[in-house]
């Protein structure tokens, strides 16, 4: 009679993804997804991925981390794009996007997500009541940040949704494709009468960026005022905003929530986004700057 094998135990390694990007170095990512791990004990790893630009690296940095076992990748500047083209397979979302922040490696090839969009449509959910009207949404800016927050806010039913862009051609381009309407950039302080929500997409307010000048005066007291930059987390407008007593959402909110379906998708089940959180990130920039 054959001896009984003995049953050897081998330890699971960790769940492991990351952020893949040019720079990475302080993507704020690693320390949201360890934060939803540590709470519910999940064994899992979370790394900042630097790959350079182009999308041949790109290319061969997923291969390598596909056969590495990596579960999958949020995805950030300058690869979103690379990362819908290099998927099998993509949400509604990120097609209507052109941009995927969210790779997962699946047995049947990539999939390609878009989680910015539901990230910002969240942050702005957690503000808004039901007294809220959503009505005319003014959007400055007509980039690659723009487009995933007009999609989120025809999601929540803002309607109409004014594009304003210093280059008015790429403000019409993304009107005609996802239905809204345009004005001129210098236009700004009057396009705000009357609107529900104002929301800057452009790099004016960043730390090193100019300062965007606009008026907030014309903006009903009811307004909600909301800027995807978070370095500062502060920006003058939304200090002005704040000073006005309007409602404000900061870029770290959308942050927050776009992490939430990776961290499902790869890591754990549990992922709440709270003033906890927050503080770890605050802490975090501040310690950065
Ligand atoms: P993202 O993908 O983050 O949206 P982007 O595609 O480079 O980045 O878009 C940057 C946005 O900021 C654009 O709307 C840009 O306006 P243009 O399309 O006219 O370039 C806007 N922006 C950047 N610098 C600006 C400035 N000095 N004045 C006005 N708008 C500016």
Same mark, same amino acid.
């Given at each position: =009679?054959?001896? #009984?094998?003995?049953?050897?135990? #081998?330890?699971?390694?960790?769940?492991?993804?990351? !952020?893949? @990007?040019?720079?990475? +170095?302080?993507?704020?990512?690693?320390?949201?997804?360890?934060?939803?791990?540590?709470?519910?004990?999940?064994? $899992?790893?979370?790394?900042?991925?630097? !790959?350079?630009?182009?999308?041949?690296?790109?290319?061969?940095?997923?291969?390598?981390?596909?056969?590495?076992?990596? #579960?999958?990748?949020?995805?950030?500047?300058?690869?979103?794009?690379?990362? *819908?083209?290099?998927?099998?397979?993509?949400?509604?979302?990120?097609? $209507?996007?052109?941009?995927?922040? =969210?790779?997962?490696?699946?047995?049947? +090839?990539?999939?390609?997500?878009?989680?910015?969009?539901? @990230?910002?449509?969240?942050?702005?959910?957690?503000?808004?009541?039901?007294?809220? #009207?959503?009505?005319?949404?003014v959007v400055l800016g007509? +980039?690659?940040?723009?487009?995933?927050?007009?999609?989120?806010?025809?999601?929540?039913?803002?309607?109409?949704?004014?594009?304003l862009?210093?280059?008015?051609?790429?403000?019409? !381009?993304?009107?005609?494709? *996802?239905?809204?309407?345009?004005?001129?950039?210098?236009?700004r302080?009057?396009?705000?009468?009357?609107?529900?929500?104002?929301v800057n997409t452009t790099?004016? @307010?960043?730390? +090193?960026?100019?300062?965007?000048?606009?008026?907030?005066?014309?903006?009903?007291?009811?307004?909600? !005022? $909301?800027?995807?930059?978070?370095?500062? *987390?502060?920006?003058?407008?939304?200090?002005?905003?704040?000073?006005?007593?309007?409602?404000? =959402?900061?870029?770290?909110?959308?942050?927050?929530?776009?992490?939430?379906?990776?961290?499902?998708?790869?890591?754990?089940?549990?992922?709440?986004?709270?003033?906890?959180?927050?503080?770890?990130?605050?802490?975090?920039?501040?310690?950065?700057?």
């Open positions: =009679m054959a001896a #009984k094998k003995k049953a050897v135990v #081998k330890p699971a390694p960790p769940k492991t993804a990351g !952020v893949v @990007g040019w720079p990475v +170095g302080h993507s704020l990512s690693p320390l949201i997804h360890q934060t939803f791990a540590s709470r519910e004990g999940v064994d $899992a790893v979370y790394l900042p991925i630097a !790959v350079e630009p182009g999308y041949t690296a790109f290319e061969r940095a997923m291969d390598a981390l596909k056969a590495m076992g990596v #579960k999958g990748v949020n995805v950030t500047i300058p690869h979103k794009e690379h990362a *819908l083209k290099y998927a099998a397979s993509a949400s509604d979302a990120a097609k $209507a996007a052109g941009a995927a922040n =969210m790779l997962t490696f699946r047995d049947d +090839g990539p999939y390609a997500d878009n989680s910015d969009i539901i @990230g910002f449509a969240s942050g702005l959910e957690a503000i808004l009541t039901a007294n809220d #009207k959503r009505g005319r949404a007509a +980039g690659g940040a723009a487009r995933g927050v007009i999609i989120a806010l025809k999601s929540l039913g803002f309607s109409p949704i004014v594009i862009n210093r280059t008015a051609e790429k403000a019409e !381009v993304l009107a005609k494709e *996802l239905g809204g309407e345009t004005a001129p950039w210098d236009s302080n009057q396009a705000l009468a009357g609107a529900s929500l104002l790099s004016l @307010g960043m730390t +090193g960026e100019p300062p965007l000048e606009i008026d907030l005066a014309g903006l009903p007291e009811t307004a909600i !005022v $909301a800027d995807i930059v978070y370095k500062p *987390l502060e920006t003058a407008l939304l200090a002005a905003a704040k000073a006005r007593g309007l409602r404000v =959402m900061d870029g770290l909110s959308m942050l927050m929530h776009q992490a939430v379906p990776g961290y499902k998708a790869w890591l754990g089940s549990i992922a709440v986004v709270d003033a906890d959180l927050r503080a770890r990130l605050e802490k975090a920039l501040e310690a950065r700057s």
